[in-house]
């Protein structure tokens, strides 16, 4: 016996990977429906070797349904998550909207799964950010060993992070550099994406930081352990899918690079290429299409006491958002559901 399963948003990019992932890793599902706006209603979506018709998602009763994997934004989750949870249908929800509410678990399956199980509150589970779940799925289990003091850590985020319109500006520029003709002025982001690097994710806070920023400090502190001190520069940068980081880490005692190396061989969800020569690292190129988050580059920081640096990547698009929210709908299953 397996689940009703809805995915709200089926067809934006994470939508479409949600449904992808689904049927990749066999998710138990009895039933599935794909919802969209009004503006999309009847559009096709894959799910596995079937074509399934976006359904309107203002007229959708969740009633009976058991899981809803939401992709929609804060704005209109805010209006429908509600409505689905009160049915008794277990939301599951990338948007920022609950992140920070303490009624509702942020969860990254390798990372906190036991925090599924305080989903009943609102029957709502989070999503992380992008940025961070890959991030922690790196720290928690040299945390476990060695305690993090400290992180200071400078993104490189792709442009599906702003979904499709954003991988349509940079598309459209990098194709403008080469046509004097035309002109590809910046609309989602602030300046020109194309072959540029942007030090701008979100809002900027007034402190400083961005939104972004933030979120990867707060979200870290929620999901490892609050008292680690989290310091974050977010980069947008001209590469379609993939997101990377250079990640800076103190900790309270002496970690060994190659027993942190060893570590992370071990750990769940993450695939350790770390050679010390020309192209012995992975770059975001390498990651699409994987659920792996890869960690490269792991050496000694000998400018304090006890510190280590090293690279991680990730598909933004799986790992940072469609695989996780499976991963979720995967371990509330079989912590909490018991079918399938």
């Not at 790196?138 to 060993?145: E, F, V």
């Not at 993090?148 to 194709?175: C, F």
Request: hydrophobic share 40%; charged share 25%.
């Amino acid at each position: 016996m397996g689940y009703k399963v809805v995915v709200v948003g089926a067809t934006g990019n994470v939508g479409r990977e949600m449904l992808n992932i689904l049927a990749e890793r066999q998710f138990p599902v009895d039933e599935i429906a794909v919802l969209a706006s009004r503006r999309s209603l009847g559009t096709e979506v894959s799910f596995g070797d079937k074509t399934l018709k976006t359904q309107d998602l203002d007229a959708f009763d969740f009633t009976g349904w058991d899981i809803a994997l939401f992709a929609i934004g804060s704005d209109a989750t805010r209006t429908y998550a509600p409505k689905a949870a009160a049915t008794g249908c277990v939301v599951i929800d990338n948007s920022s909207l609950y992140r920070y509410d303490p009624d509702v678990p942020l969860v990254v399956p390798e990372v906190n799964p036991e925090a599924v199980d305080g989903y009943s509150r609102k029957n709502i589970i989070a999503n992380p950010n992008c940025s961070t779940a890959q991030m922690v799925v790196a720290l928690k289990p040299l945390h476990d060993r060695a305690h993090i003091k400290r992180v200071v850590v400078s993104t490189y985020q792709s442009v599906s992070g702003s979904g499709k319109d954003g991988i349509d500006e940079l598309w459209d520029q990098t194709k403008a550099v080469y046509n004097p003709t035309q002109e590809v002025p910046p609309k989602v982001y602030p300046k020109q994406i194309a072959f540029n690097v942007i030090p701008h994710i979100d809002v900027f806070l007034e402190d400083g930081s961005t939104k972004e920023e933030w979120k990867m400090v707060a979200e870290t502190k929620k999901i490892v352990d609050d008292a680690i001190k989290v310091t974050a520069t977010c980069v947008r940068v001209p590469v379609f899918v993939g997101h990377a980081e250079s990640i800076n880490i103190e900790f309270e005692e002496f970690l060994d690079e190659d027993e942190a190396r060893d570590i992370l061989r071990e750990a769940p969800g993450i695939m350790v290429i770390d050679k010390r020569e020309d192209g012995g690292y992975v770059t975001p190129v390498e990651c699409v299409g994987d659920f792996a988050t890869f960690i490269s580059r792991i050496r000694q920081d000998s400018t304090i006491e006890n510190g280590l640096n090293l690279w991680c990547v990730s598909d933004n698009l799986r790992k940072g958002a469609a695989l996780n929210a499976v991963q979720i709908a995967e371990t509330l299953g079989n912590r909490v559901l018991k079918k399938g």
